[in-house]
């Protein structure tokens, strides 16, 4: 059930899934929604979250070995992957709270926070090994 190869879709699924929820959310800001723009951020973190703290759950615990077979370039992609993930997960809570109380600041996270999850979005839907292939 936890094989590498549904880790991985499983993976690209989320990320498409919740990269929808933002747009959605970015499109209802830009026509004056900011009440449902909240609602769709605080959907998408909450999402977001279970996504990330299930994937590492699963990689951690239950089948530490998941990615002990994976060959160089396989690791290579995702750790390019987490070097965008982790940062735009760690600003997720900044960015709700800020949304809240500080809208000033909030928009400038929002930049760092927009270019970070792009990374995330690329680096996970097109640069992960869409098969696993063991290391020999």
């Known amino acids: 059930m936890f094989t590498p190869e549904n880790v991985i879709l499983g993976l690209k699924l989320a990320v498409s899934l919740v990269t929808v929820l933002l747009i959605a959310s970015l499109i209802a800001i830009s026509m004056g929604y900011q009440k449902l723009h909240g609602k769709i951020n605080l959907i998408f973190f909450i999402l977001t979250l ?65 270019l970070m999850w792009t990374g995330t979005f690329i680096t996970g839907v097109f640069f992960l090994p869409h098969s696993f292939t063991p290391a020999q």
Do not use: D
């Open 50 to 114: 279970i996504a990330v703290v299930g994937f590492e759950a699963i990689i951690r615990w239950v089948n530490p070995q998941l990615t002990a077979e994976f060959t160089e370039e396989q690791q290579r992609a995702l750790s390019i992957h987490l070097c965008f993930s982790v940062p735009s997960t760690i600003l997720l809570p900044f960015m709700l709270f800020t949304g809240k109380w500080w809208g000033r600041y909030h928009r400038k996270l929002a930049f760092v926070f927009l």
